[in-house]
């Protein structure tokens, strides 16, 4: 009868420490995958923040760096959209106001453009292809580029520094996903 308490009590303890034991090595795979990145913090961050990266492997990290990435791009399509977008316009002609909206309009449908990339490469690491996945998350992140360059070829206006600001965490995001899948050894 003691024999079995005490096989009772060390099971109960041992099953007690399983979701440490669990949790402490998923976090140890999302320090170590991250190392593989350019941007280690945001990785991280990204990752712990959500709930199901505690159960994944280095493939599922990739996947849910890649779905924060099509929030991402889709917030910024959004924003893209919104009266809150700011621009200092008081220098501007009728003319360069039209060219703005559209330039504005052009950024937000790359933004769509980045999110459909990303897509592609969620499915594509569902089949395994890491070298599509890879190639359509650089596509995601040329994206803002076309975006950027409108803006340069029109010098008398302003790229908006809120946009700036979300073209380069849209990259750095993409980056990320890069890092991984660069982890997962294809």
């Known amino acids: 009868m003691t024999c079995n308490f005490h096989f009772l009590l060390i099971l109960v303890f041992l099953i007690s420490l399983q979701p440490t034991i669990s949790t402490s090595s998923s976090i140890d795979l999302i320090q170590k995958t991250c190392k593989n990145t350019k941007y280690y913090d945001l990785c991280v961050s990204s990752l712990k923040s959500d709930s199901t990266s505690l159960k994944a492997d280095t493939k599922g ?3 849910i760096m ?12 959004t924003f893209l959209s919104s009266p809150e977008l700011v621009v200092n316009t008081t220098n501007y002609t009728n003319n360069d106001l039209a060219l703005m909206k559209k330039l504005l309009k052009d950024c937000a449908d790359k ?34 580029n076309v975006c950027h360059n409108g803006f340069r070829r029109n010098p008398r206006l302003d790229y908006p520094s809120q946009l700036a600001i979300r073209e380069d965490g849209f990259k750095h995001i993409c980056d990320v996903v890069l890092g991984i899948l660069d982890a997962l050894g294809w």
């Open 61 to 63: 990290l990739a996947t």
């Open 66 to 77: 890649v779905k924060i990435g099509m929030v991402n791009a889709t917030a910024t399509n």
């Open 111 to 144: 933004y769509t453009l980045a999110t459909n990339a990303l897509q592609d490469s969620l499915q594509d690491l569902n089949n395994q292809v890491y070298d599509y996945a890879y190639m359509h998350v650089m596509a995601a992140a040329d994206y803002p």
